[in-house]
């Protein structure tokens, strides 16, 4: 019976082995966004400071959120990089966007995406987007991040 031992003892380590999962399960969000690289995890600062303003239009009106990153002290912005905000959306499908990627620019040592955007129905619409840009520290260390953008677009009712 040495197979039947042989199986019972593969059946114990493989009941081990699941145990052993489901104990790290609680903290493996933690632990993968860790591992990634460009991600944040909540105890890390970010070398940027994003700066996003709401914006009014009229329904059908044409509008542009002005998105600044202001770069923390010890950082400069890697120029050479595809710094851009992309995957924009809306909660309810109530705005319309000029494009689906927009790239930055630097001004003033600050990198400044333009999104235009259009309501097409009246009331606030929360929209999100993802920046993707990239940063250097001291002197030869670069990394690619992702920041959430999170906003608001206003459709007002023409004539309002």
Known sequence: MPSAR???LLGRLAVLVAKAGLAVLPALPAILAAALPGHATAEEKSAYIVEVGDVTASV???????????????????????NRVIALSSLDDAVVF?????????????LVFLVGVRPTKPGRHPINGVFRVGYIEGETEMSMVS??????????????
């Open 98 to 110: 000029d494009s689906e990627m927009v790239r930055g620019t630097v001004e003033d040592g600050t």
């Open 6 to 8: 042989t199986n019972s």
């Open 147 to 160: 920041l959430k953008l999170i906003a608001s677009v206003t459709g007002t009712e023409q004539g309002h």
């Open 60 to 82: 059908g009106g044409h509008e542009v959120m002005r998105a600044t990153l202001r770069l923390r002290d010890g950082y400069r912005i890697l120029q050479g990089y595809n």
